[in-house]
Nanobody, 118 residues
Framework: QVQLVESGGGLVQPGGSLRVSCAAS????????MGWYRQAPGKERELVAT???????NYADSVKGRFTISRDNVKNTVNLQMSSLKTEDTAVYYC????????????WGQGTQVTVSS
């Protein structure tokens, strides 16, 4: 069992930066691919970025060049550094963990609100 707790959301002006973090408890963090998803009001949840156990990353086209995902397999954390934020980045951001081998082992955090507004 893996528990995920997000932190770091908040209100930021357009063009600003923000970092959201996810702390994982439980065993085997280094065996999980980690990801950030987001859901805006009235929209479906969408992929933002993922990072494999080995550190390979993948980004949605809408955030490429602006967001950076990283992980620390010692501290069991995954971060999403967001810069050049736009109003359309406003959403609840969710941390996701998916086992690299046993794909049905998947966990979600409770989400953290990110609001980009002037």
């Amino acid at each position: 069992q893996v528990q995920l707790v997000e932190s770091g959301g908040g209100l930021v002006q357009p063009g600003g930066s923000l970092r959201v973090s996810c702390a994982a408890s439980g065993s085997g963090f280094s065996l999980f691919a980690m990801g950030w998803y987001r859901q805006a009001p009235g929209k479906e949840r969408e992929l933002v970025a993922t990072i494999t156990p080995g550190g390979s990353t993948n980004y949605a086209d809408s955030v490429k060049g602006r967001f950076t995902i990283s992980r620390d397999n010692v501290k069991n954390t995954v971060n999403l550094q967001m810069s050049s934020l736009k109003t359309e980045d406003t959403a609840v951001y969710y941390c996701n963990a998916k086992h690299a081998v046993f794909r049905k082992m998947e966990y979600w955090g409770q989400g953290t609100q990110v609001t980009v507004s002037s």
